[in-house]
């Protein structure tokens, strides 16, 4: 059982990433999910959630209008799509799944 993310990397300011969120060894789609980032020398912060359903979604001030969290269950996966991003967006992003689960992150750094 495990939730893997994917899809950080290297982005200039003002650019876009999605990052994917994959579980397996069970049904992602039963359970709400949510996004976490950790920069060096920072608290963790939460950024986003998603319900099962795909509603009631949950936005950090920070973020909000510009990343957006949704949710295939087809593919038992939960995206994040982040635009505009900037300096301070730089950061270990992780998933929790409501049931307790959490990945090992992906690094986003924005830098020119």
């Known amino acids: 059982v495990q939730l893997v993310e994917s899809g950080g990397g290297l982005v200039q300011p003002g650019g876009s990433l999605r990052l994917s969120c994959v579980a397996s060894?069970?049904?992602?789609?039963?359970?709400?999910v949510s996004w976490y980032r950790q920069a060096p020398g920072k608290e963790r912060e939460k950024i986003a959630s998603?319900?099962?359903?795909?509603?009631?979604?949950y936005y950090a001030s920070f973020v909000k209008g510009r990343f957006t969290v949704s949710r295939d269950n087809d593919q038992n996966t939960v995206f994040l799509q982040m635009n505009s991003l900037k300096p301070e967006d730089t950061a270990r992003y992780y998933c929790?799944?409501?049931?307790?689960?959490r990945g090992q992150g992906t690094q986003v750094t924005v830098s020119s």
């Open positions: 929790n799944s409501w049931n307790g689960y």
């Open positions: 998603i319900t099962r359903a795909g509603g009631a979604n």
């Open positions: 060894g069970f049904t992602l789609s039963n359970y709400g």
